[in-house]
């Protein structure tokens, strides 16, 4: 990277990181806290290379391998058999089961 270009590193905060570890849950010593600051630096800062790429013409992609539906469509297959599934019901009512209340 060039020196006129400011590093990301240096914009990450104490505070920034201190509001990452609330959000986290993560109760960070000082040392991890120095670490977490320096690799969110280095994560910031290729984000910046990768910025820096040419994608002019390059179509956006929502995955990298190419998916295609693997799922068979919906068709009905036994059709409406109500009265043989209601045979073995204990009660029914007007073509469908009856169950017990469950509240009042």
């Known amino acids: 990277?060039?020196?006129s270009v400011k590093s990301m590193k240096n914009i990450i905060s104490d505070e920034t990181i201190e509001y990452v570890g609330i959000l986290?849950?993560?109760d960070l010593s000082?040392?991890?806290?120095?670490?977490?600051?320096?690799?969110m630096g280095n994560m910031l800062d290729y984000i910046d290379q990768l910025n820096e790429l040419d994608t002019e013409?390059?179509?956006?992609?929502?995955?990298?391998?190419?998916?295609?539906?693997v799922?068979?469509?919906?068709?009905?297959?036994?059709?409406?058999d109500r009265e043989n599934m209601l045979r073995n019901a204990p009660q029914k009512k007007e073509g469908t089961y009856m169950v017990p209340k469950?509240?009042?």
């Open 102 to 104: 469950t509240f009042d």
């Open 24 to 26: 986290a849950k993560l």
């Open 1 to 3: 990277m060039e020196d």
């Open 57 to 69: 013409g390059v179509e956006p992609m929502s995955h990298v391998f190419s998916l295609h539906n």
């Open 71 to 80: 799922f068979r469509s919906d068709e009905v297959a036994n059709g409406d």
């Open 30 to 39: 000082e040392e991890e806290k120095e670490q977490a600051k320096k690799d």
